[in-house]
């Protein structure tokens, strides 16, 4: 089976940085994905990530280890707005998305 | 580009109705979308997978009578809860898989979702 391990709250500091961890165990895998949902609205996307590696997208950078069954979304210069919940989302062999129970992002000025 | 609008964004409906949610992809064609429901502070919950031309497919313990997906076209798929009832008050949102071929084909793009209160 499948399973999708992120932490459930954290706190940061508006101008800092924050890692998002996230860890999963499959059969599997065809990409993993995180997205950010601010309260009240539908996911969108920020990163796929298919091969080892950091990718990286202005404030915000992804990475993946395979081996490690592990990723993690960093964050930049944190603004408030950047408050939100992330999801981690592992795509499995039928190309079906997992979702992870999202981590909820506090930024305090 | 890879744009998805959902209609309507709300709806009041008395219990026993039936509502209809429709998704679109608005610049690319999506051969798969998926729909979800979220209650508040819970995760996304997959309903269902549709596909265009064919039957969807359904995540366990979700009734396919009462919630009728139809893919019919390649930018179009509709959810109809049939005989809502308040239980089924929730936010749904739709996705699409833009499966164009450029790019990343496997991403999935919301839509804004559809806030449903059932009275």
């Known amino acids: 089976g499948q399973n999708i391990d992120q932490p459930t709250e954290m706190t940061a500091t508006e101008g800092a940085i924050v890692q998002i961890n996230c860890t999963y165990q499959t059969s599997g895998f065809n990409g993993l994905f995180w997205y950010q949902q601010h309260a009240g609205e539908a996911p969108t996307f920020l990163s796929y990530n298919v091969l080892d590696g950091l990718e990286e997208k202005g404030r915000f950078s992804s990475f993946l280890s395979r081996s490690k069954g592990y990723s993690y979304l960093l964050l930049k210069e944190l603004q408030m707005k950047d408050s939100a919940s992330y999801l981690c989302a592992l795509m499995d062999s039928n190309y079906q998305l997992i979702w992870g129970a999202g981590t909820k992002l506090i930024i305090k000025p | 580009g890879a744009v998805v609008s959902q209609h309507p964004s709300w709806v009041i409906c008395k219990s026993g109705t039936s509502v209809k949610i429709e998704c679109r992809s608005l610049d690319f064609q999506a051969t798969t979308m998926f729909w979800y429901r979220q209650f508040p502070k819970q995760s996304l919950m997959l309903m269902a997978t549709s596909n265009e031309g064919s039957k969807a497919t359904y995540e366990q313990g979700v009734e396919k009578d009462k919630f009728l997906i139809n893919h019919a076209s390649l930018t179009l798929s509709t959810l109809t809860v049939t005989s809502a009832h308040p239980e089924d008050s929730s936010f749904y949102i739709c996705?699409?898989?833009?499966?164009?071929?450029?790019?990343?084909?496997?991403?999935?793009?919301f839509g804004p979702g559809t806030r449903l209160l059932v009275l």
């Open positions: 996705s699409a898989r833009d499966t164009s071929g450029t790019g990343m084909s496997e991403t999935q793009y």
